[in-house]
T-cell receptor
């Protein structure tokens, strides 16, 4: 079955450091991966999308990479701040209509002051 | 303000009762979705709709039903056949079903069935 894995349930880092979150997929090659942020008790918010032919995508302090050989996407937050503390979800976006979005379980990031 | 709303935020029901969760969007999006989220698990797709009067089952549709009579509305009914209905329910919408279409989520409804 098509599956998205995020290898850390929780990650604690010190303020100012770079947080790196991992998303792995199996049994298929998604054309797109999306990353979302979810705060407790709220709906996820879209952050970034990366296509399979893009090695890297940046947005302010965020960077996403996509390695189709390793079947992995890495999500980096540089100069992390306590306000970055949240759960981050990786999602395989439907490459064609009728194919479902598949979300990973998420990684709960805590940035310690 | 454009957005997606869900009501109520908290819902309590007795076992054996059907309950309907509301989802409305004013983003003029064609596609709408319902997800369920349980602690420690990712979002699981219940139903989605690409267009008015059409909807498709997701991965965990058993015990749920939906309708899409209007573009802006996609209510979810949790029936008594759903064996474990207590969960956090999220509604989302997107322009379409393309892989590049980001999903906009509502604030969620936390359903507790006792």
């Amino acid at each position: 079955s098509q599956k998205i894995e995020q290898n850390s349930e929780a990650l604690n880092i010190q303020e100012g450091k770079t947080a790196t979150l991992t998303c792995n997929y199996t049994n298929y090659s998604p054309a797109y991966l999306q990353w979302y942020r979810q705060d407790p008790g709220r709906g996820p918010v879209f952050l970034l999308l990366i296509r399979e032919n893009e090695k890297e995508k940046r947005k302010e302090r965020l960077k996403v990479t996509f390695d189709t050989t390793l079947k992995q996407s890495l999500f980096h937050i540089t100069a992390s701040q306590p306000a970055d503390s949240a759960t981050y979800l990786c999602a395989r976006a439907a490459p064609s209509p009728g194919q479902n979005f598949v979300f990973g379980p998420g990684t709960r990031l805590s940035v310690l002051p | 303000d454009g957005g997606i709303t869900q009501s109520p935020k908290y819902l309590f029901r007795k076992e054996g009762q059907n309950v309907t969760l509301s989802c409305e969007q004013n983003l003029n999006h064609d596609a709408m979705y319902w997800y369920r989220q349980d602690p420690g698990q990712g979002l699981r797709l219940i139903y989605y709709s690409q267009i008015v009067n059409d909807f498709q089952k997701g991965d965990i549709a058993e015990g749920y039903s939906v309708s899409r009579e209007k573009k802006e509305s996609f209510p979810l009914t949790v029936t008594s056949a759903q064996k474990n209905p207590t969960a956090f329910y999220l509604c989302a919408s997107s322009m379409g079903l393309a892989g590049t279409d980001e999903q906009y989520f509502g604030p969620g409804t936390r359903l507790t069935v006792t």
